[in-house]
């Protein structure tokens, strides 16, 4: 899996490219804030 910076991740959206995104914050943090398009999996179920 590889890991790469908020920085990095706007880059490649600006460049269309269509990364999978793996939000593994918990519940109550994508309540607060939601990753368009991305598969959100808590940390503890993986």
Excluded: G
């Excluded at 908020?6 to 994508?30: G, I, N, S």
């Amino acid at each position: 899996m590889e890991q790469i910076t908020p920085q990095e991740l706007k880059a490649r959206l600006d460049r269309r490219e269509a990364p999978m995104l793996l939000d593994v914050r918990e519940d109550w943090e994508t309540k607060l804030c939601r990753l368009p398009n991305a598969m959100h999996i808590p940390i503890e179920e993986i």
